[in-house]
């Protein structure tokens, strides 16, 4: 089972909408609305950010949201905050036996 | 407030195994709000990597084929403590392990995790 696809670094400036993108395959993301995405500061455990591809964990703030179109699935930081400069990983529950794929990651930096 | 507290860090040799603890707090993972509790790997520098689960129940695991023969989750129901014992250790499991929580209302992400144990493979 491959990892799902991510951009390695995706930049912006503060207040501006970033998106990140990751892509699978029709045994994971094309198949299953069970896309969740983590944020994770260095040194730190990953965080839940959305799950069921746009559904915000408990104290996330709405200017993180969450979409799904074919076998991609996409993360939007609207108004992007210094606090926001993590790694960010998307995962999805697969068909394989391997259950659960994560992606490659996506620094995020605020310039 | 569902707290996941794990042991310390161990340096290992190659071939021998290791056991790491997951210790619930604020709730047991034999209640109604969990899922399961899967066990999660990353390698310096690297991204995150499943290597299987224990449901709630506590009488079914599920294991990434890539550990398969080599991993086994366990819990004691008593402490509310779930472990992962990794065997034939070689260097590229080097890596900072967690657990956490799938709950049941969610079923299918990760919204609790254990503060990490890192294992160092080393001869």
């Known amino acids: 089972q491959s990892a799902l696809t991510q951009p390695a670094s995706v930049s912006g400036s503060p207040g501006q909408s970033i998106t990140i993108s990751c892509t699978g395959t029709?045994?994971?993301?094309?198949?299953?609305?069970?896309v969740s995405w983590y944020q994770q500061h260095p040194g730190k455990a990953p965080k839940l950010m959305l799950y069921?591809?746009?559904d915000r964990a408990s104290g996330v703030p709405d200017r993180f949201s969450g979409s799904k179109s074919g076998n991609t699935a996409s993360l939007t930081i609207s108004g992007l905050q210094a606090e926001d400069e993590a790694d960010y990983y998307c995962?999805?529950?697969?068909?394989?036996?391997?259950?659960?794929?994560f992606g490659t990651g996506t620094q995020v930096t605020v310039l | 407030q569902v707290q996941l507290v794990q042991s310390g860090a161990e340096v290992k040799k190659p071939g021998s195994s290791v056991t790491v603890s997951c210790k619930a707090s604020?709730?047991?993972?034999?209640?109604?709000?969990?899922?399961?509790v899967s066990w999660l790997r990353q390698a310096p520098g690297q991204g995150l990597e499943w290597m299987g689960r224990?449901?709630?129940?506590?009488?079914?695991?599920n294991y990434a084929p890539k550990f398969q023969g080599r991993v086994t989750i366990t819990a004691d129901k008593s402490t509310s403590t779930v472990y992962l014992e990794l065997s034939g250790l070689r260097s590229e499991d080097t890596a900072m392990y967690y657990c956490?929580?799938?709950?049941?209302?969610?079923?299918?992400?990760?919204?609790?995790w254990g503060q990490g144990t890192r294992i160092t493979v080393s001869s």
């Open positions: 995962s999805s529950y697969t068909s394989s036996a391997t259950r659960y794929v």
């Open positions: 029709s045994s994971d993301i094309g198949i299953f609305n069970y």
């Open positions: 069921h591809v746009s």
């Open positions: 604020g709730d047991t993972f034999t209640s109604h709000s969990y899922h399961s």
């Open positions: 224990l449901m709630a129940s506590l009488d079914t695991t």
């Open positions: 956490a929580r799938d709950p049941a209302f969610i079923n299918d992400a990760f919204d609790i």
